[in-house]
């Protein structure tokens, strides 16, 4: 029921709507082109996404770049991509905040003209000193009350070029003795010397974040703009900024808490660590949480989406565990995806009693629980390999699958009775022998009699060896995700396993991204940089067993 499950935000959307405050929703999402994109950005990209849609708004993607220190073109195109990905459509409203240098410098001169900013010649450690602190009001700049006109010949010559960085700045005249630390008189602009990524040497004075961010809302028409908990203290600011420059449809701050997940590592600086160490191959490696790790790994769009929407939106920070992501992967992939057989770690399995030398070809449902997926043929002959954990001499008493005596299903196959095994001394197997019974040719007894246990495999002469990747999370989860001492990382030694295991033939045409199930184990994807024309390499996404419940 829609009206139950709204969060805060609508709330304050649907009054403001009600009270006449805004026409219309318009959202945006405002990465800093500094990195990649991680799973927490994913939540606010589908949050002010899915606002914009469900008030039948608009939604804008603007690259906050207006600090030329960070900021790199390669992560302009690896964002549009992601944002892409997940299916958050911009339209034709991609924005660069770099585009309003021009009226951003026009607003600085506004508030210098109002008496509202000034040029202040303060160190950057004296400004610290001079702010005071939460329980001491600040002390007033020497260069407070300089005349407007003074002030705006300074800031013309900040941006002539006739200042070092740090020799001068532009602050708002707000408040020294605020208890709120953001209003004593807070930086605007600065002078920085350098190359920007889009702008080049035009500019050598760049605004502050608190200044730039409201007046990019403001010329965008942006109604909510939805930024996360740290920038509560910074609403007062915001709200002086679009106040001050006498906007006619200011736009609105709202904060919510940031996405957190338990055991995953989404630092920049620990990620790098990983990537220079060789831990990890690069920032989508497979085990990371960025947008393109998940895409990489496997997830769908459709089951961040899903996880998203589970974790709700809140004011109160908190960690949502990684097997809640695992949870929504398995929902999404469970109908959607064809199940195959693949054998990790393969015992061979001999039929005495089959035609030598034959192999006949079987029909098999792609997805048991959904016909729409339709069958395959599968080979199957007298030399099969099965998991050898699905064959025991001596099993314990619940165990259902095959040991001397008993009678098992193999999948879409036949029952087969075992009759045997070979063995090395050390009790390692070799072979485990049995008979089937043609007359169940499919699964089923005529005669109406069950087994207990029903186990994969793959028909030897036809199958294929594939490489599979078995994750772990990266960290130790038992030591916790840093080290309390030096505050490193607890990385998980067994955070990645490389088998061989022998697959159906269907599967070698699998091409990167492509996923399956693997019958009684998990869910695959093959992978986008390393699989090859005819020889995949498999991503395990999640295994199928899962401790979660909703
Ligand atoms: P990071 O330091 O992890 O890159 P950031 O805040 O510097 O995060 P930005 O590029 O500035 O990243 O963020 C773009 C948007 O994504 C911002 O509106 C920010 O609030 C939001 N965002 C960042 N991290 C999270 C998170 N963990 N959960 C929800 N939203 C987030
Ligand atoms: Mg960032
Ligand atoms: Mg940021």
Redesign the pocket.
């Known amino acids: 029921n829609e009206t139950v499950s709204k969060n805060f935000i609508e709330n304050i959307i649907d009054k403001d709507l009600a009270d006449g405050i805004y026409d219309t929703v318009h959202t945006r ?4 082109p ?2 990649y994109l ?1 799973i ?2 994913a ?2 990209i589908l949050l002010n996404y899915g606002l914009a849609k469900e008030y039948n708004g608009k939604f804008n993607m603007r690259f ?1 770049d207006t600090n030329p220190t960070k900021e790199k073109s390669e992560f302009v195109e690896s964002i549009k991509a992601d944002i892409k990905w997940l299916g958050a459509d911009w339209e034709d409203r991609l924005f660069f905040a770099s585009d309003y240098f021009g009226q951003m410098y026009e607003a600085a001169i506004k508030l210098i003209k109002k008496g509202k900013a000034y040029v202040c010649d303060l160190t950057a450690d004296e400004i610290r000193q001079y702010r005071g602190t939460l329980t001491e009001p600040g002390k007033e700049s020497p260069y407070r009350n300089r005349s407007v006109e003074e002030n705006l010949q300074l800031f013309e010559e900040m941006k002539e070029g006739k200042y070092a960085d740090g020799e001068k700045v532009l602050r708002a005249k707000i408040d020294m003795a605020s208890p709120n630390m953001n209003m004593r008189d807070p930086v605007i602009y600065r002078v920085a010397h350098m190359t920007h990524h889009r702008t080049g040497d035009t500019w050598c004075i760049y605004p502050m974040y608190d200044f730039a961010h409201p007046i990019e809302d403001a010329i965008e028409g942006i109604t909510h703009s ?3 908990l740290e ?1 509560e203290d910074h609403r007062p600011l915001y709200d002086w900024v679009v106040r001050e420059l006498e906007y006619p449809q200011p736009p609105k701050q709202i904060e ?1 808490a ?3 997940l338990t055991n995953v590592v ?3 600086r620990y990620i790098k660590k990983l990537v220079e160490d060789g831990i990890v191959d690069g920032w989508d490696d497979p085990r990371l949480v960025s947008i393109a790790a998940l895409r990489r790994r496997g997830f769908t769009p459709e089951s961040i989406k899903m996880f998203v929407d589970l974790c709700g939106v809140s004011k109160a920070n908190s960690s949502v565990d990684y097997a809640m992501l695992e949870y929504c992967i398995r929902e999404d992939l469970k109908l959607k995806r064809p199940r195959m057989m693949a054998v990790m770690d393969p015992v061979k399995l001999v039929i005495d009693n089959y035609p030598e030398g034959q192999v006949e070809y079987l029909d098999a449902p792609n997805n048991m629980e959904n016909e729409a997926l339709g069958t395959r043929k599968i080979p199957f002959s007298g030399e099969l390999y099965i998991e050898r954990d699905d064959f025991m001499i001596d099993p314990p008493r619940k165990y259902k699958r095959l040991f001397p005596g008993t009678e098992v299903r193999l999948m879409n196959a036949y029952f087969v009775t075992c009759t045997g095994f070979e063995a090395d001394d050390d009790g390692t197997v070799h072979v485990v022998h049995c008979t089937y019974d043609p007359a169940t040719k499919g699964g089923n007894a005529p005669d109406g009699r069950k087994v207990k246990g029903t186990i994969h495999w793959v028909e030897a002469t036809n199958a294929k060896k594939a490489t599979v990747r078995l994750y772990e999370n990266i960290v130790d989860e038992e030591k916790g995700v840093y080290n309390k001492e030096d505050g490193s990382l607890n990385v998980n030694p067994n955070s990645l396993t490389t088998v061989t295991a022998y697959v159906e033939p269907a599967l070698m045409e699998a091409k990167g991204y492509d996923s399956y199930q693997f019958v009684r184990n998990g869910f695959y994807c093959a992978d986008i940089h390393d699989s090859k024309e005819g020889a995949p390499v498999f991503n395990r996404i999640v295994s199928l067993k899962s401790s979660f419940r909703l």
């Open positions: 999402f405002p990465p800093e500094n990195g991680h927490g950005h939540k606010s906050d939805i930024c996360t920038f919510f940031k996405l957190y989404t630092g920049k």
